[in-house]
């Protein structure tokens, strides 16, 4: 708004040229005034007589506070005095002040005392600004207080936020309820506050230099938001360059490299065992139909293949090179791949960062940056793109098609994704290793996704994003359009440990994390078998109509779980209309309850089951149904599963459409009866009342970071 | 420890003579004088004079509060002054607030006004006690004061309380860091106010009368703790009187009925489908040793077994009678069941206050207490003990014999019960449908299963406890031997709507159970297949020495996301010791990663996963293992679970044997692998870094409830 408003530029620009780290209180004050976030009626007060004649003029009481650039803590060095009610206690104030602050630090230029009104008070709130290395510049706002300080109850996004967003971070604290006012007292000024939260987040955003902003304490009231006290730091220091291409030029290249016409295996070998025989043999067992050439430094053919001496004597043009030899020899070959244009490197080998070689890892990178070749890797199992058959990798093919898209930072999650989606039989568009992700990186493959039309999700396993920001960015736009699912690994401190001592990577803060994925429309997954259930079951699950819940169950048990777990996951029970209510209780016996769950009770035949799960998708109020399956006699697993699917598919037809997930409870035959219904696209779990509801939540979260409910 | 202190009982006598519901501030003071809770200096002042007196005597500033039993909430009708410097305000104050208290409540009894001095400050804190009708007298501690209010951070304990719990409590609260000192002060007295919490569970303890109690605000301070304001509610009315046989008499009945020698089935039957029949093939098939006795109206044998017309026919002495009749005949059957002195009826049949016809359920318990037959159900699907092949149920029969007990609530939770054990072969030792629970219910299973020698482990579905106390009582016997899995349905306020229109329980504040459940030291499942995987893996995994967990992994990937569990589930990771570490590089690559996780990287041979798991079971240091596999053409997951099994093996024959549990991430394989560790009592999933860790949390919550770590 005042993007580089003319008295925040004079005063950074005198900070830059004293090399200050820090703005004196009076600065801080002056940076608020220009972004119109307010502060208390407040002056510089350079002598006792005039520190009288502003607090005069301001009215008491006031407090007073030592300004200076280099005396960031004030209360510390016994800077601050408060609730100053009269002429004499501002006198005495201001030379105590003074002489305390040249006491403890005579190094320190004294700008003078400012005298401030007394904030009359309100809720104690922190709203602050800090710049992350990968991130970039955050907006911070919290509950303060001396009580709360221990609960660092905090919420961030990237800066510069818009009103919606702010106001969301008012929602996003979990002592938010103190906006509400307390012991009966009126509710603060959410629209003052929000303001307030978004020009901190302007100002950091217009002038980068300022490295961190803390608005602590703010009072909120009904009348307004007011910051007590500011302190910001700076950092002059530019922020080191991003590669950033254009998303044009990102998915040009991705588009070769995915979706490739041919593609070397440089290390190609004919010995079983070795990482270049497992390739190429995968490549064309796989059945991929472009042209697949093996690099030998001396055999005419490998496995029936014509081969050749180097990539530079292949005749035609070669998108794709995947690299199965040693890690010391990558670089002078790459070169020779970019003298032939390939658009992108495979580099399987290991040997580079994450053994310490970090050296020859950016020696790689320098090559690659040289000659316009996007790398994926080093240190991966390789790539599956099933759309063109196409398994670059040294692990088993896989050909179950279908509209997920995965990608994994560690090989050993990689294998993971493969073995359940084989297991589960989950149809997968692409499989992606990332690994020490010293070029490709979530943003590309996200970009790539976003276009590709065998695509419908993307599910990530992160250990670190080298730029956050850049991933946000992305994240937000695709993630309205295609649900983005992302496991960060490193949550916990001690997790993170492991990830630096795995990667190398600096594993961010999580709440920040947290934060901004959820910013960016992205549905964080807390496990791996989360991750696997969401990427398998989301594309299965229609987009939601609307918020409304409806649990139908044979077994009034699991009805009571399933409730349990719908408040867990954040979904809502719809409130029954007496209307449905009287619909239902047509079909269940007389003593099974209506209301939300509806207990249809466990001796009932197909028919009530048939019945009313027909009536929960038929009537336009429920968005979604929760069905908890009772093996009985009377309605075995099978005919439950075929009747379920039965109706599910016969209102498809209509155009009825809902998520349906469903729990079985019964002996093993449940089992069948819960792959019969995956395969008919419904999540079917036996044994628990968590994982559907679960999987159901996790639509619903995206649905909602994408605005379908509006 | 002031058991029936005079002082208090007199007060109470009065009170109940005056039929007052609450007592007035001036004897809510003496009651905590009388039980030495520290309370401000503070007298009752009957005029301005005598106040002005009392205010003097005890040192300004004073605070002044009208006291009177009729008025609880004195701020609200203007009766409290805050912060009197001096004998005029004192005045002025008293005919102020005597004013205002006739002016309000005309009808109010005005004791007069407590004169009180001013608490000089501290952290603001909450302790009380209340009455809940299924655990009876609980203590609660939280944290007060304007900004946590919102928070309801508060947590509860059986009243009385020992130091230990009470200290407990202090560290029961999420924002228990206030309690360290806020910013940079000095901490607060714990033992002042652990001794607080615990004179405060005495006093209700003492008196039954006392309904309620609460502190608010509490001051704590480095000081001491210090009750500023108190208000103690009554209730006269006692509480009901509950059916609690002696532990002898419960043990004496629940053998009969869990081993009995001879069991009639009430409604036996030969015609296929009918509940009758199933049960009496079930008693046949499931291979029970005991006499099989059917009583039909007609016919002289059922399924080849010689039948009777009634059970007052039966010759022998009979244990336990099946009922498989309809709900309106079985009271009358009942009686007859009595003067035959059969011990329990096992009532399958539903139609009782589950849907609605609470009357008949009562009789049948009056004619059940009559002639002292204990009553399990009704409405269940009867009970499995496999020591004798007991398959008194109208499932199918189920045979793999086990450690665990479990039993259900919901019939639907006990076929999930059946579905998963037969799934996984999980051995069991009892599964027992409780439903409606008119009489038999958890109390009575865990004194059964405390002296079964068949059972290790407990894990039970509960809707509701109808006598909480009790349960708790017996479970922190039963727990500290063997383990005590709870799974609490109705968790939330929805599933708790839930669980009131399925069973008509009442469903408790969650945050009591999940404390008192603690409290016993019951290991909690928040979600069915917790439960279900706490039931098949605790009873594996031997008890550890320590808190330190130790990773073991292949995958660097997965070594972060099984820290990231250990965190969550509140398990330690071992710092890792210089020898140890410097031991564990001998078997790992220069490039992996020591330190815990400890990373032997993807590439290793089975030599390397074998001397490094080898390594942490010896070292004395290390309590329990979680190891990381990756499946690698090198070492694939046979031979992984067959090379773990063997130095699992090794070392249990050298009298070493530690938790251990692995997640395997890879193709299929991995499944066959993990059942193969199963079957050799090593918890191992596929595609999962969480549950293997979720497991071992569980063993390691027992193990601190139950006192191992000393």
């Not at 793109?385 to 997920?404: E, H, I, M, N, W």
């Not at 993307?458 to 992305?474: W, Y």
Request: contains cysteine.
């Amino acid at each position: 708004m005042n993007n580089h408003h003319p008295s925040v530029k004079n005063i950074l620009e005198r900070a830059r040229a004293e090399r200050r780290a820090a703005l004196s209180a009076a600065d801080c004050v002056e940076l608020c005034r220009a972004y119109e976030i307010p502060v208390p009626p407040q002056a510089l007060a350079s002598s006792a007589a005039d520190a009288i004649r502003v607090a005069a003029q301001i009215g008491y009481p006031v407090a007073m506070k030592i300004s200076s650039p280099e005396i960031q803590h004030k209360t510390e060095v016994g800077g601050v005095a408060l609730n100053l009610g009269e002429a004499a206690a501002v006198e005495t104030s201001f030379k105590l002040l003074s002489a305390r602050a040249k006491g403890s630090r005579p190094e320190a230029t004294l700008e003078g005392v400012l005298v401030q009104k007394m904030v009359p008070g309100g809720i104690e709130l922190i709203v602050g600004a800090s710049t992350d290395p990968s991130f970039g510049k955050l907006v911070a706002f919290g509950v303060g207080g001396v009580m709360v300080e221990t609960l660092s109850d905090i919420t961030f996004r990237l800066a510069p936020v818009t009103i919606a967003e702010a106001r969301s971070m008012l929602d996003g604290i979990r002592s938010q309820g103190v906006l509400n006012g307390l012991r009966g007292g009126e509710a603060v000024n959410r629209d003052a506050l929000t303001a307030l939260v978004r020009k901190v987040s302007l100002l950091v955003d217009d002038f980068p230099e300022i490295a961190e902003v803390d608005l602590n304490p703010v009072f909120a009231s009904p009348a307004g938001a007011i910051a007590a006290d500011v302190r910001i730091l700076l950092d002059f220091e530019p922020a080191p360059a991003r590669f950033r291409p254009s998303q044009e030029e990102i998915l040009r290249a991705m588009n070769r490299i995915m979706r490739p016409d041919s593609i070397a295996v440089i290390g190609a070998s004919a010995e079983d065992g070795k990482i270049g025989n497992s390739v190429l043999k995968n490549l064309i067992n796989g059945g991929y139909q472009g042209r697949i050439i093996p690099i030998h430094p001396s055999l005419d053919s490998v496995l029936g293949r014509k081969a050749f001496r180097s990539i530079k004597e292949v005749p035609e043009r070669v998108d794709v090179a995947v690299f199965a030899i040693p890690a010391r020899l990558v670089a002078s070959v790459l070169a020779e791949c970019g003298q032939k244009s390939v658009a992108g490197a495979v580099l399987i080998p290991s040997g580079f960062a994450e053994t310490g070689n970090v050296e020859m890892q950016r020696e790689v990178l320098a090559v690659a940056r040289e000659h316009n070749i996007r790398l994926m890797g080093p240190n991966i199992y390789g790539f599956y793109y099933t759309p063109k058959s196409l398994c670059a990798t040294f692990c088993t093919p896989y050909d179950v098609r279908g509209k997920v898209a995965l990608s994994s930072q560690s090989g050993g999650v990689g294998m993971a994704i493969l073995g359940f989606s084989r297991s589960t039989k989950m149809g997968v568009s692409a499989i992606v290793g990332l690994g020490n992700k010293v070029d490709i990186d979530e943003d590309d493959l996200l970009t790539f996704f976003e276009k590709d039309p065998d695509t419908e999700v993307v599910a990530m396993h992160v250990e670190d994003l080298k730029d956050g920001r850049s991933f946000a960015e992305v994240a937000k736009r695709v993630s309205v359009k295609k649900p983005v699912i992302v496991l960060k690994a490193g949550r916990t401190a001690a997790g993170a440990r492991a990830a630096r001592s795995h990667t190398a990577a600096l594993a961010g803060n999580d709440r920040i994390y947290d934060d901004v994925l959820r910013q960016s429309g992205v549905v964080r997954a807390y496990s791996l078998n989360e991750m696997l259930e969401f990427a398998r079951c989301i594309p299965m699950l229609p987009t939601p109509a609307g918020e409304n819940v409806l649990i139908i169950t044979g077994a009034g048990g699991s009805g009571v779980l399933l409730a349990d777990a719908c408040v867990d996951n954040g979904l809502k029970l719809m409130e029954m209309p007496t209307d449905l209510d009287q619909a239902f209780r047509k079909f269940i016996p007389p003593f099974g309850a209506a209301g939300n769950p509806v207990d249809i009770t466990g001796g009932e035949p197909p028919a009530t089951y048939q019945n009313a799960i027909r009536l929960g998708l038929t009537d336009t109020r429920v968005h979604s149904l929760v069905l908890g399956y009772w093996h009985t006699i009377i309605t075995p697993p099978m005919v439950f599963a075929k009747l379920t699917a039965q109706v599910v598919e016969e209102q498809r037809r209509r155009g009825i459409d809902k998520p349906v997930v469903a729990s079985l409870v019964g002996d093993v035959e449940v089992e069948e009866a819960c792959a019969y219904l995956f395969e008919r696209q419904i999540p079917a779990y036996a044994y628990t009342t968590e994982k559907p509801v679960v999987v159901l939540g996790a639509k619903y979260k995206w649905a909602r970071g994408a605005g379908i409910f509006g």
